[in-house]
């Protein structure tokens, strides 16, 4: 007998819906929606790339947030010793290789992928863009002259600059 009226009692209990002043949220909810929600393994997509070296890298790794996965590719690529942060793209189902530039550039590609039957979203790395920031620090464009010339041509300059005020007003102080 007890055991009819227990199972009456969770029957009644599990069909009853909360009423609208009780919080339904759920810790699981409550960590989907923080900003750390890619620490839930269904929220992550496996991607591929291969580095300057060669190597091939395999990684899972959040689906919604473009610095996280910029971040993991920079990471693996530390062995490289190329800390340079490079655009990531990837070959869309026409072929076409797509700039990731946004969080929902990722979370689009994603999609493409799994519709697509992929396991494995394979990122390109452009460094074409960190090769020529670097280059024109350097002053290694075409033409240019290194920076540290430059700041040795300017310290030259101030420096006669200052001779020839201090001659100059030697000058006017011996007349």
Known sequence: MSNTIMQKFWDFALTLE????????SEMSALMASPHHSLIPGNSFSFKFEDRKGFL????CGTENLNELLSAVVQRNASCN?????????KDDEGDKILLATDSDLIAA???ARLQGKKVLRL?????????EL??????????????????AGAVVLTSIDVLVYIKRSKLLQR
């Open 57 to 60: 890298h395999r990684f899972s």
């Open 124 to 132: 390109h790395l452009d460094f074409s863009k960190c090769d020529q």
């Open 82 to 90: 190329d800390h340079r942060r490079p655009q990531l793209l990837y």
């Open 110 to 112: 994603v999609k493409s």
């Open 135 to 152: 280059a024109s620090v350097s002053g290694k464009k075409s033409g240019g002259v290194p920076l540290h010339f430059g700041l040795l």
């Open 18 to 25: 909360p009423s609208g002043d009780y919080d339904t949220q």
